[in-house]
């Protein structure tokens, strides 16, 4: 067995706004498309040619897909509090594919993870950890020009959203 350990630094992003959480989370998921049951179909049946088409469909106005969502503000209940807080598992599967047709680990970083919740000033922000800083890590051309793809993406989502 070999395990190695490396340091990298991480750029995080933290957008807020004065816009109501309830509406930020309507536009997001108005702008993302979804991954559903019929794109895994596709996949168990290996019907590479629909499954491209119907992933290139799936993504929204900025070229990403829900993926999972995590309900993290309601699993506050477990210590008796209710917040609103919702973290995006979101993507674009052709990205990613061709990012781990190069490194396999790349796909630790795919899907990305937004997090958005009501802030203490009762309006609304979203965190991410940039793609470009997490994949750098990998010293490939081809994963470093499709994680500044992601990052132009997911900030263009945010900065819609909270608008």
């Not at 490396?6 to 979804?34: F, N």
């Not at 088409?53 to 829900?66: E, F, N, P, S």
């Not at 009501?118 to 051309?141: M, R, V, W």
Request: charged share 25%.
């Amino acid at each position: 067995m070999e395990i190695s350990e490396k340091q990298m630094i991480v750029d995080h992003v933290t957008v807020s706004s004065d816009k109501p959480y309830a509406l930020v989370k309507e536009d997001l998921e108005r702008r993302l498309g979804r991954l559903d049951e019929n794109i895994r179909t596709l996949l168990r049946e290996k019907k590479t040619d629909e499954l491209r088409a119907a992933l290139r469909k799936a993504t929204g106005k900025d070229g990403l897909a829900i993926h999972y969502i995590g309900v993290h503000g309601d699993w506050l209940i477990l210590k008796g509090q209710q917040k609103n807080g919702i973290v995006y598992f979101t993507g674009d599967i052709l990205t990613a594919i061709e990012m781990t047709s190069v490194n396999m680990a790349a796909g630790l970083y795919a899907p990305l993870r937004i997090m958005v919740y009501e802030n203490a000033q009762g309006g609304t922000t979203i965190e991410y950890d940039k793609p470009s800083s997490q994949l750098s890590q990998f010293h490939s051309a081809v994963i470093d020009a499709q994680a500044r793809s992601l990052d132009d993406r997911v900030a263009k989502l945010c900065a819609s959203a909270l608008q």
